[in-house]
């Protein structure tokens, strides 16, 4: 089994579409053919949706490009809310999880009992409690990766209404999984029963560059540490997942794709609306994919 994880990063996410593009160029057709399961977090779950639904990376580019700037460059936590509700309900519509053609994973977190909440396609997924188990707690994928991509406080709480578990308080995955690697992996082995010596598995990140503070609410933010607090609990999140996924699966086939980029003119922050500083992400993603080209 193929398994691919996107890590989540706000913006900086284009910087995946740069890798997936070539790697679906070299594949030769859609990505989803070739992964068995996907699983994104945070806005990189609307990326993992994208895919599992079929669309083709370039189309994603395209939509991605416009779809950042519209919610990134909104002022508050409650206007970049409306508009990803919004831009979501236009990209999804009510398609629910049975419209994916392959097996997905969104995580999100309970922010009530600070446990995961991971919205899959497939019963055998389930750990337990299978007799009451519904693909994405049947809710729309809408609501899934609007749920994981609650990044709380630059987006608001989301109050979603599941299938036998009742209303729950959803916010970003990123806070508990931002690299769910452990989790696919849970579900390919422990759940679908695929022995670790026949999973491979692709984990792209967001890439690693310096922070750039700009506007006066991002200086706030800078003020009382809250911005750079919550970069650096992602990014510490991340690599401990990567860590810990060596260390439990040392036979695992797995290769993790996310470079440095130290350079202040490539500064940049999940909050990032610049169109020009996003494509320049989008090729620093594609030069990443030459660099492990090999490897792949």
Request: proline share 2%; aromatic share 12%.
């Given at each position: 089994m193929n398994i691919l994880v996107l890590d989540g990063g706000g913006s900086k996410d284009v910087?995946?579409?740069?890798?997936?593009?070539?790697l679906e160029l070299r594949l030769g057709s859609p990505i989803y053919q070739h992964f068995g399961l996907v699983f994104g977090t945070s806005t990189r779950s609307i990326i993992a949706a994208l895919i599992a639904l079929g669309y083709k990376v370039k189309d994603i580019e395209n939509l991605y490009l416009e779809l950042i700037p519209k919610i990134m460059n909104k002022k508050s936590r409650k206007a970049r809310s409306k508009s990803l509700e919004k831009e979501a309900k236009i990209i999804f519509g009510d398609k629910k999880f049975d419209?994916?053609?392959?097996?997905?994973?969104?995580?999100a977190l309970n922010f009530e009992t600070?446990?995961?909440?991971?919205?899959?396609?497939?019963?055998?997924?389930a750990h337990g409690m299978k007799q009451s188990f519904k693909p994405g707690f049947g809710c729309t994928i809408e609501t899934a990766v609007r749920c994981s991509s609650a990044a709380y406080p630059f987006f608001e709480k989301i109050k979603i209404n599941t299938d036998h578990h009742g209303k729950i308080d959803v916010v970003?995955?990123?806070?508990?999984?931002?690299?769910s690697t452990l989790y696919s992996m849970i579900d390919a082995y422990k759940a679908l029963k695929y022995d670790e010596a026949?999973?491979?598995?692709?984990?792209?990140?967001?890439?690693?560059?310096?922070?750039?503070?700009?506007?006066?609410?991002?200086?706030?933010?800078?003020?009382?540490?809250?911005y750079n607090f919550i970069e650096k609990v992602l990014t510490a999140n991340s690599n401990s997942n990567a860590i810990l996924s060596r260390l439990l699966f040392p036979n695992l086939d797995m290769l993790r794709i996310s470079d440095s980029f130290p350079e202040p003119r490539h500064g940049t922050n999940m909050l990032e609306s610049d169109f020009k500083k996003l494509k320049k992400m989008l090729q620093l993603g594609r030069s990443s994919y030459a660099r492990y080209e090999k490897q792949i």
């Open positions: 910087y995946t579409i740069g890798v997936l593009k070539e419209n994916f053609k392959t097996h997905v994973g969104i995580v600070q446990k995961p909440l991971v919205f899959k396609t497939n019963i055998n997924q970003d995955g990123g806070f508990i999984a931002n690299n026949n999973i491979s598995l692709l984990n792209v990140g967001v890439g690693h560059y310096v922070e750039k503070t700009s506007g006066l609410f991002h200086k706030f933010l800078k003020l009382f540490s809250i």
